[in-house]
Each structure stands twice: as C-alpha cells, then as structure tokens.
C-alpha cells in the first residue's frame, strides 16, 4: 500500500468548498463510524494513526508544537512542563468533544496520539501520551499526561 506524504495530501482543488468540512461530519467519523467499525480497538488505533500524524508533522520546540496544535485546529494547547520527563497539555476546544455531552467516557484517542507524536520531535524522546481528563466526564478541557523517556 502506497504511503502518501504531507504535500501530496495538502493539494486540495475545491474553489467553491474550500479545505475546511463540518465538525459534525468529522465527528461522525471519527466518533461513531470508527467506533463502529473498530470496536473495542478503536482506541489504540487511533492513539497510533494520531502518533504518526504528529511524527509526520513534527515540531522544533513547544512554541512551534502549540502552533502547530492550533493550525491543525485539534484544539487550543496550554503546556506545562512538570519534570524533565512529565509534560501536561491541557486542550481547549477539543475537536472530538468539546460541547459532548457527559458520557462518562474519554475518547480523544487521536488528539492524545498527536501530542505524543509531535512532543517526540520537541524532546528528541519517545513519548506516551494518555487523557485524564475531558469534556466528556465533565470538565471543558482535555488533559493529557505525556510521559518522556
């Protein structure tokens, strides 16, 4: 199977559209076709195709890992550096579930696999992201603890 790069899949020709699609659609998607589809799975599935997107799109420094957090439109980022090894991110605005409903349930598997995934190339370290918190169970953030080593 044929791996596409960044600029090949950058190349949208929709002059009357344009690139950006409803965040309804994309929650459709994400949210109940995937879940559907992959079941109990479908949580670390997307964990991973979040890391790749993230190691694909990489970041220099935490400047340019919000930023580019922020473009993506997958949420607004507030990082804190715990220790030298323990970073938190806090997502505003989260695209999977910002505005859900309480579910008792956390599913921003792919926004955690992103942040992991772009975080690798900031600390130059392998990183493993997990949520805590969402809006989901309640809050009107996400939290994700990475974890460096």
Same mark, same amino acid.
């Given at each position: ?9 950058? &190349? ?30 479908? @949580? ?9 997107? @993230? ?5 220099? &420094? ?12 997958? @949420? ?5 550096? *715990? ?5 938190? *991110? ?60």
């Amino acid at each position: 199977m044929k791996e596409y790069s960044i600029e090949e899949v950058s &190349n949208i020709v929709r002059p009357q559209l344009g690139e950006d699609i409803p965040l309804t659609l994309y929650r459709i998607l994400r949210v109940i076709g995937m879940r559907k589809i992959l079941g109990e799975t479908s @949580g670390a599935t997307l964990y991973m195709m979040g890391k790749q997107v @993230g190691t694909m799109i990489g970041a220099k &420094n935490l400047s340019d890992f919000e930023a580019k957090i922020k473009e993506l439109k997958v @949420g607004i980022p507030e990082v804190k550096v *715990v220790e030298e090894e323990h970073v938190v *991110v806090k997502l505003y605005e989260c695209i999977t579930c910002a505005g859900f409903v309480y579910t008792g349930e956390m599913f921003c598997d792919m926004e955690s696999g992103i942040i992991a995934g772009l975080l690798e190339a900031v600390f130059k370290k392998k990183a493993k992201s997990t949520q805590t918190k969402s809006w989901s169970v309640g809050y009107n953030y996400c939290e994700f603890e990475v974890m460096l080593y």
